[in-house]
């Protein structure tokens, strides 16, 4: 490789041996490279950078993000974990509980239940305010009782036959609006956003009566109001074989990565392997536990394409949570370039 092919390689890639993983630092930095410049240039940056949909769901998205930098991917991921709003319950107001479940314990299983309200309607709730308001806060009840069921066989012992009741699910939480809401949400289908989420179980004579309060906030106060299931990224793969592969050599050469990444094509009677799909690989590195193919395929990433996974707890769908990441990362950035300001005029 020469001088120049190997700069490019340091510049663009991080390689996986063996024994260690190299070119791990971003060094595309003004003055490190002769004969490179590498000072920042918007139009050179909006050239270079995209965002491409892969998949969408209703709960997940996988996107690429190529032409940035390790600590922006970090900072969106961040941002998506932490910064962007959601609505949670906050305070349990506790009337009635004779479940085996202490009210500690029930308070804080509720606050985990994900609530499918769009938190851009409501405002944050001041420090101070003990009451809540229609514009900050919205109020759930979840009142039942467990019985006996006078149906039931005399001979079974199967609770959901015996009981009724006896099983409280997120399903039961019902909303109860405050103020003008009834008015202001009519046809908001305000309510946890999966029904089956067990809360408790009850014996006859045992019920709850609880009062919710839910109130705006981030993930970064509390993990309830994080609206991520996950977020992750991860660098594109990069396979490159050095040389053909063929026979029985590319048969073990394919089990060595994951299904879909290594593809055998027929030419001429040989078997010859070929990469198919480089982006579905793990990177395990079995490849290193066969000496007479370690040498023959590289291992790398491509340093500023970075595969995003986010996945939703149902709060708002994925693509609303990742422009939602991009407002809060405009917003930083604004303060930071306000801040400077004020610091130049002083």
Not at 55 to 81: K, P, Q, S, W, Y
Not at 223 to 243: E, G, N
Not at 255 to 271: A, D, L, M, T, Y
Not at 314 to 343: H, M, Q, T, W, Y
Request: with cysteine; proline share 5%.
């Amino acid at each position: 490789m020469t001088a120049r092919g190997s700069v490019e390689e340091m510049r663009s890639r991080v390689i996986l041996g063996e024994f260690g993983v190299r070119n791990v630092h971003t060094t595309d930095f003004p003055g490190n490279y002769p004969g490179y410049d590498d000072a920042w240039d918007q139009a050179k940056f909006e050239k270079n950078f995209r965002v491409d949909v892969i998949h969408m769901d209703e709960n997940t998205l996988e996107f690429d993000m190529v032409g940035i930098d390790a600590a922006i991917a970090n900072a969106f991921r961040r941002i998506l974990l932490a910064e962007v709003p959601t609505m949670a319950v906050e305070k349990v107001f506790v009337y009635n509980n004779t479940s085996i479940v202490q009210d500690e314990i029930l308070a804080h299983r509720l606050g985990l239940i994900p609530i499918r309200a769009d938190p851009r309607l409501f405002e944050y709730k001041n420090q101070g305010d003990e009451e809540g308001t229609e514009i900050d806060t919205l109020q759930f009840q979840l009142k039942i009782k467990c019985s006996r069921n006078p149906h039931s066989a005399k001979e079974s012992s199967d609770p959901n036959e015996l009981y009724i009741n006896h099983k409280v699910y997120s399903k039961h939480i019902t909303w109860v609006p405050l103020g003008n809401q009834a008015d202001l949400f009519p046809d908001a289908d305000l309510r946890p956003v999966h029904d089956d989420i067990l809360i408790a179980q009850l014996r006859p004579g045992q019920e709850i009566d609880v009062l919710m309060h839910c109130v705006k906030g981030i993930g970064k106060d509390h993990a309830k109001f994080s609206p991520v299931a996950t977020a992750s990224y991860r660098l594109l793969p990069d396979i490159t074989l050095l040389q053909p592969i063929e026979g029985e050599a590319a048969e073990t050469l394919k089990k060595c990565f994951s299904p879909g990444v290594i593809e055998i094509q027929n030419i001429r009677g040989k078997k010859v392997a070929r990469v198919a799909n480089a982006r579905m690989d793990t990177f395990s590195r079995e490849i290193f536990r066969h000496d007479d193919l370690k040498n023959l395929v590289r291992l790398a990433r491509v340093r500023d394409h970075y595969i995003f996974s986010v996945e939703s707890t149902g709060v708002l769908p994925p693509d609303v949570l990742v422009s939602e990441a991009i407002k809060v990362l405009i917003g930083k950035c604004r303060r930071f370039l306000d801040e400077l300001d004020s610091n130049h005029m002083d």
